[in-house]
């Protein structure tokens, strides 16, 4: 059996896309209801920074909204929301995906990973975090999480990138400030070898 | 070599945590009870006049709370921004904003509401507006001129013959709005050996800060409380509260991190103010969050420029005269200065023995424009670097020699009035920039391999850079801290934090006991400058340095008053007072402040000085009794212009087929005083350079003439430098030579740091092109191939705004 279906069956949690969900009472009436044919389950569960989190999801969320508005994860930040800045890049079973681009439904039952989820439990910085401190790669740090985010994709794939590889990967990542030269420099520290 | 402590060493900045791990919260990371969200109708029309609203349908749906339009807040003065208008002169312009229990709801009330608007005529390009029989981009007029004389709309019209003239390189004859002069231009030209003249344009482009200027406000017992994006703290307060009809004591900021400004968010913007508006019509806290189109919208863009310049050259390359004319875009809200700014760069890097500006803003229906990072001096800079190359070709000079012998010194004197600078050492940065790039051996190599050919260039940017009079707040704990209270915003340079360490190192403090309170007004914060134009750095260097010498005098006089003795027996060092003679004897930090407490008065910040800011006289009022606090105005001597300098060397690989060109080097050197902060310093130089990098090639505006539609609203769109546009390493120096009028030595730099690299990419395209001379930015590689091939560019002579 699908296991999904089955937690489906079990939660009935369905609700028509074009009702809205906001109230609370909008939220327990659409729980009693049975799902119509096309609809999309709302209450789901999400595999973020290792934990589950059951949130209520609209059929056309964005898992930026979601992650931001939902789950109070400001880490990741929306600029263009058009895909094009990667400002609001997450790791998607470890690849940089833009979360303003992204529906959260195509996520379930994969692992997400916001720039929250990288410091160690006693606190301890990611290497990447570390080095773009050590480096002082941000400026404004509005972009800095997503840049954070492509850098530990581009480190969990390639250990020891070249300053142009490192170039390369980052280039999803618009900086306004003009700070590439540092975040490159962060990269490269992080990945163990000089900037 | 300085023997200071903090000063011109690297520290982590507070904030740098909480930017990597995403704790950094900016203005739309904020929520709070009962907060609903707030989305905008904008203006599809880029002139026109609202004349019906039919909100019922929109006001009739579920989960909509209110409506807020231009009848419900302030009416503006054409052609000042409004908060709200019925009179939009932009598409973009705000017309009305529904708030809702969430941003779908809004958005589909927006979509019910139904708004007629009566087309007005429109301009996107200045010279359509200002030939003869031309649409105005107001009704009022299409010029709007500001003076210390008074400002006010005009009607320019030129001749088809004179916009004819213009466009053909000749010198404008039509009306002009502005003029200033020095020198005698006539003998200036006359002893000129060598005489150059151009016209050019350089394209207005969107800032497009990352963080769009989302703002939510609500109100508690008759304080209203705004969360912000913005680029100076303190500086905000009285022009926020100016446009939301309350006074600075009845208004909380907050604003800790914010996500780039570059000028466009200096001052209280009127957007920021709906949400407290709305707020107060329906009760309940506002966040209105503004897109990142709308940023584009209402962001605010560069100055355009379309102008003409002749200049005269001695034998020996010195600046005899210059003669500059500029016509300015100035958008819709007549906000700019971009071009006698201009002016005043080129008596200041180039130096001639005369010169005379003269100058026309004039009005179009494209986004507001705003100061954006070297406003005008860094249009300037691009413009005049190819004619310095150009006048060093005819003369048979080294570039380098050119800019040498023009380059501003202690001597130099600026602007109409021909004040001197506070210092001044250019050349010495030419000298360290040269011997980096290895100038003279780069110049001997091959030009051209196959349709591959090398350009070299050499760019110099200034902008002012230091402002006085502001105030200096800092606070000593029984605990022993140093708590350093700053005003100034937090946008990235991190000059709120590198300037707070100017009052440790007076104090000797260990930067791990100090704490810098910032980004807050319940902070306690005190009245501090705009963070742009590069002042922030000589301007708090001095507000905190008198803030640390008023608490260095009034530990002194502690000291002397319980242990004996003058104050000026007393010494400091490792936190503690102390008898100069008998370092035994003495108190330590946190004694001396608890001492403070106990006496009161100007102390403790019971009393203090007349002459501060009511802004900081509430700060201290709130700190008083909590320890020893050090309180002034910065009234300490400043004359003269405080010049923010830099240049850059750059070589770039131009491809004669495709136009492109690839940047294969770039050296940028900073001459701005003493260097505060080195890796802050670098920052500033490399991200200026991206900046340069961008206005050269990539960003501009496009406007469809027909419609009046922008068609570049995104960052790709607009041309935002990637990291695969730019260089993945640029160098940086600095010529590190103090000025006499900072306690530290050190003035700002953040807007020359691009003018260098736009200058010095222009230098380069022109010599990769044996000299030939575009005038205008960006360019692009359609107008290179087209130049290389010998076709005719696809827009007409000094036309903007286009593709």
Redesign the interface.
Known sequence: MNPQLSRRRFIKAVIASSVAAASSTGFHSALAQDRPRGAVERLISLNINGQTRRVDVAPQEMLAHTLRYKLSLTGTKISCNRGECGTCTVLIDGITNYSCSTLTHSVRSRAVQTVEGLQAADGTLHPVQQAFIDELSPQCGFCTPGQVMSAVALLNENPTPTREEARQAMSGNLCRCGAYDHYLNGVMRASGQSS | MNDYKLVGK?F??P????????????A??F?VDGMVFARMYTSPMAHGKVTHIDASAAEAM??VIGILTADDVPAVEAPNGAILTNSPAFIGDPILAVAA??E??AEDALAAIKITIEPLPFVTDPLDSLIAGGPDAREEGNVYARSREGSGFRTVKWTKEQIDDFRAGKEPTGEFAAEWKYGDLDKGFADAKVIIEENFVTTGYAH?????RTAMAYWQNGTCYVHGSAQSHTFWMPGLARLLGIETKDLVLISE??????GSKIGAYPIAALPGYFSKKIGRPVQLRV???QEYYMGSARVGFQGWIRMGFAENGKATATDVFIIEDIGANATGGDASSAGGAISLVYDPDAMRFRGLPVLTNTTPRGAQRGPGQNQIAAVMAPIMDKAARELGLDPLAVRKINAANNATTVYEEQRGVTSAYLEEALTMGAEMFDWENRRQQPKKNGSKVRGLGIGQGYHSAGATGFDGLIRITPDGKLHIHTGVGN????SFASTSRAAAEVLKCDWENCEIHNGHSEKNLPWNSYQAGSVSTFAHTRTNYVAAMDALRKMKLIAADTMGGEPDDYDIDGQRVFLTENAAQGMSYGAIAARAIQLGGEYSGQTYPDDINEITQRSVQNLAGSGLVGVAKDNLPQEGTIPGLACAFVEIELDLETGKYEILDYVGIAECGTVLFP??L??QM??????GM?MAALERHVYDPQYGLPANV???QCG?????D?P???RTGAVDIADPQNPFGARGIGEPAMGCSVAALTSAISDALDGHIFGRTPVSPDMIVNHVTGRDQSFLPLQTNNF
């Not at chain 2, 946008?491 to 991190?494: E, H, K």
């Not at chain 2, 935002?720 to 695969?724: A, C, S, V």
């Open positions: 690297d982590t900045p904030d740098v945590m909480g930017k990597v791990t995403g704790k950094a919260k900016y739309e990371d929520r579920d989960g229990v969430d779908k709801t497009m800060s990352m963080e769009p991190n914010t996500g780039g400004g570059f897109t990142g189109e946008l990235g340079t991190y890796a802050g670098a920052q490399k991200g200026g350079a991206v900046w961008g995104g960052y790709h935002i430098p990637t990291y695969l730019v993945s390493v640029t």
